[in-house]
């Protein structure tokens, strides 16, 4: 297990503030808002690199530093004891974090969350509340 560890710390470190949208530049964010997702979590994160084939480790106990209410990270193997590519279409740490935000809003469990409530209570709220507000103004 020892050995486990010491791998472990050459593996990349993934932050999901790297692609979170709705954090600025200044706040951690690495890549385009265009490309970047809403929110993600470190489980999230985590099921997209075993889709990748990439081996990973959740370190939840762990926080980014500029903002380190946000708990947990990423560990990612990007290249095997050799030093080949565990998966030759990521070679870098910049094209994980593209691969894994293009994934992150196709992942099952964020798909449910995010549909439901927001078309239900977007069409339902707005037309309620502009009849209900136009008849006490007349």
Known sequence: MNGELANIKK?????????????????????????ACENPTCAEISDCCNHLKLVNAIEIDKAYPRDFMQRGRVRVQLRKEDGTLCNPAISSRKQLMLHVAELVPRHPGRNKKQEAPSSSSTSTAGTSQSKKGGRKKR
């Open 11 to 35: 593996w990349v470190v993934f932050y999901p503030v790297y692609i979170n949208s709705k954090k600025t530049v200044a706040e951690g964010r690495r890549i385009s808002t265009a490309k």
